[in-house]
């Protein structure tokens, strides 16, 4: 159980990250759910994990922008406390092939998905550190493994997350705080829509798309004391696509 732990979501208005959000409630834990411009579907979010019983709050914030996600952390810590679990969720897809990308097309999705994460790991480590007692969950991809034709700025930032994982991991393992990374294949939502028939989504193993549910189990399992010993790990979650 979470309760009375301080858990922060980001790009939690919708798919994995709600699912993660409406988990970590589940259990107990206070959440603040993070998102992009999507006001109405957070605080929808908020709703439904009050209900709960637990403390939610929504914070409207762009993970790439270093200054405003000192300014949100520092809101958290005032509205909810102290945090206890970073689970970094916030990305976007920006596919084309490498010849002809867009320099703003590799930029903007490593701006997000990667430097968001470090931002948010920069502004709450000292919290975390100073509780002596943490869990940062990094949400990479299959891609960040394998290399997917068509993401080269999506893949690279995936596997920058593995890396970000690894050295934070290593670097906060003596404060007791725990860093790991959860690699997912085709799950349900925004970002997969249309895809299911995909000749991808065909080659999975056990020939069906995940569910954000299933990504936000095993997020709930990484932050839970009964995982203190996994740090630094990627978990797969893809069916096997990725065997
Ligand atoms: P999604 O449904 O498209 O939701 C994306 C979330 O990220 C939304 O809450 C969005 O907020 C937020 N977001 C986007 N840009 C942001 C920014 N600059 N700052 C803060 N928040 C931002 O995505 P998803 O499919 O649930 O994916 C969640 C994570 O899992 C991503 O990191 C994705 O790369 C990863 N993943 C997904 C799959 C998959 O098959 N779906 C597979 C592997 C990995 P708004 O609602 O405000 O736009």
Request: net charge neutral; with cysteine.
């Amino acid at each position: 159980m979470l309760n009375g732990k301080i858990a922060v979501v980001t790009g939690a208005s919708r798919g994995i990250g709600k699912a993660i959000a409406l988990k970590l409630a589940s259990l107990g834990a206070d959440v603040a759910v993070i998102c992009a411009s999507n006001k109405d579907k957070a605080e929808a979010v908020v709703l439904e994990a009050r209900a709960y019983g637990v403390r939610a709050e929504a914070f409207l914030c762009d993970v790439s922008d270093f200054n405003a996600v000192g300014d949100t952390v520092k809101a958290i810590k005032e509205q909810l406390g102290p945090v206890d679990i970073l689970v970094n969720n916030a990305g976007i897809t920006r596919d084309g092939l490498v010849m002809s990308m867009k320099e703003e097309a590799f930029d903007s999705v490593i701006d997000i998905n990667l430097k968001g994460a470090f931002n948010m790991i920069r502004h709450c480590t000292p919290m975390l550190i100073k509780k002596r007692c943490g869990k940062i969950v990094n949400i990479s991809s299959i891609s960040g493994i394998m290399g997917n034709a068509g993401q080269a700025n999506y893949s690279a930032s995936k596997a920058g997350i593995i890396g970000l994982t690894k050295a934070v991991a290593r670097e906060l393992a003596g404060r007791n705080v725990c860093c790991n990374a959860i690699a997912p294949g085709f799950i349900e939502t925004d970002m997969t829509q249309g895809m299911e028939d995909s000749a991808f989504a065909q080659q999975i193993p056990l020939k069906r798309m995940g569910k954000a549910e299933e990504v936000a189990e095993l997020a709930a399992f990484l932050v839970q004391d009964i995982s203190g010993y996994i740090t630094g790990e990627v978990i797969r979650i893809d069916g096997g696509l990725a065997i």
